[in-house]
């Protein structure tokens, strides 16, 4: 029930503020899970973990602080002649070929032995999740109107339904695949940092959130989400040392 009602949330901020503030901010997640983990389930999280909280959740406030502070794409209209730019269908032509390459050629003789090539697989899918959610909140907007667009709108709507659809239903098969293959924490952490960052990139191209963004909001962004990527490393790659703070107070046994 939790993890609908999430869901949920996380469908209703992608209507409501850009790509570019909602999908680093799922990082989150990370350490409030760590955070509760340790009270209630007992897990240990050692001094690494808990500063890779502290750097998350700073690194949040910053991405908050610099993130665009309106939507560049508000209506269905705008949409469509987004989604036919030549450029976004130049960036869409390039994923698929990717894809292509990826699933039918290099994952079946790499994928077990090489994290990336799953991590990349997962990682470019999301270039149509994310902006197929988007963009479905926009298209639902016109649908229950009595104008001439909401034909078209649920047309649209459909389509990005179908396009979500199929691109979760492979990254699911391919996230359980690369589990079967490597460690839960170190898939984590570097899918968090890949997948956000091609997921920007789909919708910098698509949307052009990043057009408003001067130089100083761009280096805070930057910034922000480094400390974030860090920060998730940290809680997730970590998370099994046997490390403490008490170690620190400990001499140094130096033997000839």
Known sequence: LTVALGQIGNFL?????????????????VPFGSILASYLLKEKLNILGKLGCLLSCTGSVVLIIHSPKSESVTTQAELEEKLTNPVFVGYLCVVLLMLLLLIFWIAPAHGPTNIMVYISICSLLGSFTVPSTKGIGLAAQDIFHNNPSSQRALYLCLVLLAVLGCSIIIQFRYINKALECFDSSVFGAIYYVVFTTLVLLASAILFREWSNVGVVDFLGMACGFTTVSIGIVLIQVFKEFNFNIGDLNKPNMKTD
Not at 13 to 29: F, Q, S
């Open 13 to 29: 901020a992608y209507t409501a503020v850009p790509t570019v503030l909602v999908t680093p901010l799922g990082a989150l997640g």
